[in-house]
């Protein structure tokens, strides 16, 4: 018993020594596994990262528990969302991705208050490393080689699994939309128009007549590289654009300029819309609210520029990555509810209107919504919105502690993300992408880091 607290001693010397450099440490932990899956997975389907971050997980929570004063708000949180999900495991569905999507957002929760506390300790290195890696894996797409080349799915957004086929028209054997997956072109019209009406009836509750615009919504043309999606690709590649903007904004070095233009041009060539969509409202609104009258005039102007002469664009984009993008606004513009991010929502609020008081309060789980959705809409896919998603499979209480960490992010840092143009636009972005996208499903483990390695140079500028 004597020898215990030299022990403890000699424990907490060796850990107070290593300790600064654990946040480096952990952020090249999860990059390597984070690279293992994309390699893993381009063979075979299997949950590399998630099994890496289940070991890492309990680590860097016990870590972030040392010397930090909100570790009791980080705790509500985790044991919050952790309670929830055992309950619903065993009331409701139970199955594995019921721990993966657990695990997202509890690792979106610990390495915020994790960065926060030591964001002296971040290096610029590890960014430049994530650039690196995220390159490299993208550049597979160039030789023609992307994540679904060898098990290819059909990756077709919205067309195949929401769309009620009218038996007297002819237009889907006509048109024969073809959609990219990988290297292999799937074409959507092998069957009868009648044959498709039957599968639709027999598989889907919630369907909608056919128009025009599903052709327009299912040509997309996506590059990913060794990405498992392209919107992860967008992500990582779009938040370091904003990341090198700011460098340069502070720095005014070439280097950053060069590797701005890179990460948009990157982000834009991966076909994904959702991160460019929340980039744009971002702006809007840091412009409405430092009233840049003249600029918002200007983006005005570029908007209706692009209503009037969309399909003019639409034809001269056809069989590029920008297709989707003017595709994007056509839909929008000529009719919303074709949008797979509305069909998604509308499919949640059918089920949500089913809720009884057991499931307000502890949700359904996310096998549940998963299996919803493929009921509703043929196609197992959960909400594409972090807040619906963690109502219906967490329930009320989680959802309100999900809406004030937000809050508290903004809190935290709102003289940063006031002051800087790209700050600001990092932290709406995060918030809209949530809605339109999701976000916690995007690696905030990496994204994060960036975020905070921002504040750290204003805070360094700040004190020059």
């Not at 929008?332 to 009884?356: A, D, H, M, P, Q």
């Not at 880091?449 to 004190?463: H, N, R, T, V």
Request: proline share 2%; hydrophobic share 50%.
């Amino acid at each position: 018993m004597s020898k215990l607290p030299g022990f403890k001693g000699a424990f907490k010397r060796a850990f107070d020594k290593y300790e600064p450099k654990l946040p480096g440490v952990f952020f090249w932990l999860f990059l390597a596994s984070f690279v293992l899956d994309r390699v893993v997975n381009f063979f075979v389907h299997f949950p590399f990262f998630v099994g890496v971050a289940l070991l890492l997980f309990p680590l860097l929570f016990l870590v972030t528990q040392y010397r930090n004063p909100e570790k009791r708000k980080l705790n509500l949180l985790v044991f919050s969302f952790l309670t929830i999900t055992i309950l619903s495991s065993i009331v409701f569905l139970f199955g594995v991705k019921n721990i993966s999507d657990l695990l997202f957002i509890l690792l979106f929760f610990t390495v915020y208050f994790y960065y926060r506390h030591n964001i002296n300790r971040l290096k610029i290195s590890n960014i430049f490393l994530f650039l690196g890696i995220s390159l490299i894996l993208f550049s597979f797409t160039f030789a023609r080689i992307d994540s679904g080349a060898i098990n290819v799915t059909e990756y077709s957004s919205s067309f195949n699994w929401i769309t009620y086929y009218d038996e007297k028209s002819n237009d889907v054997s006509e048109k024969k939309p073809i959609v990219q997956s990988g290297e292999k072109q799937v074409n959507q019209s092998d069957k009868k128009p009648e044959e498709k009406k039957a599968v639709a009836k027999k598989r889907t509750k919630l369907r909608w007549k056919k128009n025009a615009l599903d052709s327009i919504e299912a040509v997309r043309v996506y590059h990913n590289g060794l990405f498992r999606i392209p919107h992860v690709a967008s992500y990582f590649f779009g938040f370091l654009f904003l990341f090198f903007a700011h460098q340069y904004q502070k720095k005014k070095k070439m280097l950053f300029m060069v590797l701005l233009a890179v990460s948009l041009a990157v982000c834009i060539y991966t076909g994904s819309r959702a991160i460019l969509a929340a980039f744009v409202l971002s702006m809007i609104l840091f412009l409405f609210n430092r009233k840049h009258i003249v600029y918002l005039s200007l983006l005005l102007v570029v908007f209706w520029v692009l209503v009037f002469a969309n399909k003019y664009f639409l034809q001269l984009s056809r069989d590029t990555f920008f297709y989707q993008y003017f595709a994007f606004i056509e839909t929008s513009i000529e009719n919303f509810t074709r949008l797979s991010r509305y069909r998604l929502w509308f499919s949640w609020w059918v089920e949500v209107r089913k809720f009884g008081v057991w499931e307000l309060l502890i949700g359904k789980s996310y096998m549940n919504a998963v299996y919803a959705n493929a009921d509703n809409l043929d196609y197992k896919v959960w909400f594409h919105n972090d807040f619906l998603n963690i109502f219906y499979t967490f329930g009320t209480w989680c959802t309100l502690l999900y809406i004030w960490f937000f809050i508290k992010i903004y809190r935290d840092n709102k003289n940063y993300i006031r002051q800087n143009i790209f700050i600001f636009i990092f932290y709406c972005s995060m918030v809209i992408t949530a809605i339109i996208n999701g976000f916690y499903y995007y690696f905030p483990v990496f994204l994060l880091y960036m975020f905070f390695f921002m504040i750290k140079s204003e805070k360094q500028l700040a004190k020059v």
